[in-house]
């Protein structure tokens, strides 16, 4: 059942916890998908999850638990004793268990994989290889479960392994063939099996062309390569070439919208994963670094226009012209910037050279600085500014045009090259950089042209 | 064969269309995946590409064709007859054919249905009726093919059902239930089928508890479904519930993806769907749009710092604060309106009303306004500016974050209830917006205690 969340629905629960209708929360929380039971406990406090988790069956609530967030599960499963906290793990996938396992206490950990180990060793194991990865390689988000045949068995016997695994495996799109020292061969596809006789042999049906990822890959490339050839699965090997686990597309869908989000972040200057309903202080903390950093770059700006003080004095209509300039020169950074951000995570072959990118982002710029200062002449001139003074706004704009791409193109890949993320280019810095900038130019063109 | 594209091996294939060696182009290329042949293609021109696509077998060249980009292949299908489009599209899924037929002219439209009425009048009956969809609903991204059982079935006729279907339908995860009314009742997996017997009903084995769609439901709305529940297919199905197609996740992998693009060139105002690669004029007017507001946002804070020449005369330094005001509003709006369009975006549960959202808006702003009022004029006092401008620079800053802060939380969730994308309020809209409140605070505030 799929539901709407109400405010009547959530008091109605919080009363049934209040009352303790175990019957009630049991009956209507297993009715529902784990991910929306999970979505209900947000809206609850500690204790009342705590409670319902107990109400209801350990096989759901592992799955419930296993679709909470981290922040929200951390503080959760600090209620749960170690022996507790093993017993929901042995229903859910390996991946989802490290992750659940690397949120806990280092003593905590041990304890829980002792416990794990006690009832079911090849789990335990299975736990203690994932550990082994970081979280953003290939093997830092594969699951040990899957179905593999060896290459010289048959349909039967493939059947009989789906039978024996079958509640392990819960998404199965294939099988994996392996050799007897566990190297991946190839793959069968469902269709294949369902439509073979009994005693066809692996290796008469099987796929040799399949496409995998080494362990030590990142995340990301992992999740371009599924979206590339369109794959539902994408079995890990080791350097060997051994099958070591595999990764599902709902792992990869998590990948591509955490690449978003973070690139979002870095964009508007924003330092850390927070949401709207986060507290006041997490909210503003997670946005003074950059707002403070913009602060600098507004004082430095106020000393070198400071340092015209006399010819401001002698001219104020030079003032006039300032957010002008420093917000053109901030826009036409930021599209800059995200234009390169773009292609260098689309990873699209560049068989251009630096040179010719660089060229050509130079003839982009010439033409909206030319289009601009022309539009601004116009303006001024129908407005009565003095030309003089309409003449230097104009050869200000476009030669803040120019650096300012110039600017936006050259940072993000330098940032990429360093191996940070490319996208803060996008964000506070360049506005703040190309306002300094902007404003050296303005300022040192009306000087020379107008005192 | 995964493949590593060089400038060598470019080289080397146009080297071959020159010189015709047609053999060897198509053992080259249909020895690729089709995404990568795709690729390749991009670096080649329009009649290498033809060249190439009528050596190689009409089943793979239609897979080519339908990983090509739109634009790219639109350009392309120009050079080839109705008959000749029509032959492709018989070996790919309907919903992939539909995005090609509708890349087509109208009069070649019409022209290539009847050519595959002709062979293949399901196909073509498919095609019709999925014509009929809009692109961004659920109707529009589904394709026809799917592996369907009636409800009376045994597992044996499932079999044969999918043997029937076995090249239609290529990615098969598991089997839709349906009455004889062609109403969808449920579901059964593939590996139920695999373990049950040849005569078991699927009455007896299937699962009721199905996540479906209606066709017409927003794509972005199918895309959080099938993420919410980690769904790699689902059903679509109309409004009296009868089975239609189903979207599988590649699908909306590419809807999230496009959501996400969207968002980003809304918030660096970029006003079309461009590359770094595109062409100077398309990358100059793609930008232009939204430059040009800027710069009638600059002008209009011109005219406005103007009204206040007399005062800029006697205190010069007034200016040397402007760029300050103006970027502190800019980064203060863009953070805010970002966290807005994020919880928008997540569809996360708000219980909260929209006054308690703008309390603790005005919280974040209170805390970071104070911060970096003290701050700056912590600077000032330092750095021997007037106590007195001190003073009027830290004040005017609090009240812009304040303002800032309520424009940049209030501009999206505005835009989101006209139907507007609310990323745009994260763009140069807010910039642009908040230089003019800035500008208009500072030398308000300025005048009032300065003068």
Redesign the interface.
Known sequence: ??IE?T?EF?DQVKDAVDNQYSAFLKETFEDF?P?DAA?IM??LDTNECIYIINQIDEDFAAEVISYIDPVTRKGFLKNFDSEHIASYLKFIDSDDAVDIINELAVKQREEVIAHIERVNKEAAAYILELLRYEEDVAGGIMAKELIKAYIHWNVKQC?EE??RQ?ENVE???SVYVVDENEILLGIV???K???SQDYTTVKDIYDP?I?CVESYRETEEVADMM????L?AIPVVNVQGKLLGRIT??DV?DV??ER??R???A????SED????DN??M??RA??P???I??L???L???F??LF?AS??LV?????????????G???G??SS???V??LA?K?????SLGQ?LL?VL??AV??GL??AA??FG??TV?GEKTNLAFVVSIALFCVVMLASLMGTITPIILDKLGINPALA?G?FI??AN?LLG?AVYFLVANMLLI
Chains 1, 2 share one sequence.
Not at 267 to 270: E, F, L, S
Request: a negative charge.
């Open positions: 059942m799929q969340l405010k959530i998908y991910t979505e947000y809206e059947i789906i039978r079958a998404r199965f799109y596809s469902v269709k099996l369902l439509l062309d496409i979206e590339k050839y369109d539902e597309i709902d869908v591509i919208k978003a989000e690139d979002r972040q964009m508007t200057g924003i927070i949401e709207e309903d006041v202080w909210l503003s946005r003074l950059w707002l403070v913009g602060m770059g507004g004082l700006g106020a000393r226009i400071g003080e401001l004095a104020p209509a030079m003032a006039f012209f300032i957010p002008l300039i420093t917000a053109t901030g826009n036409v930021v599209q995200s234009i390169v773009q292609s689309s699209s072959l560049m068989l251009d990118r050509r003839f982009v033409i909206n289009v601009l539009l601004v303006f001024n407005l996008s506070p506005t703040t306002d404003l």
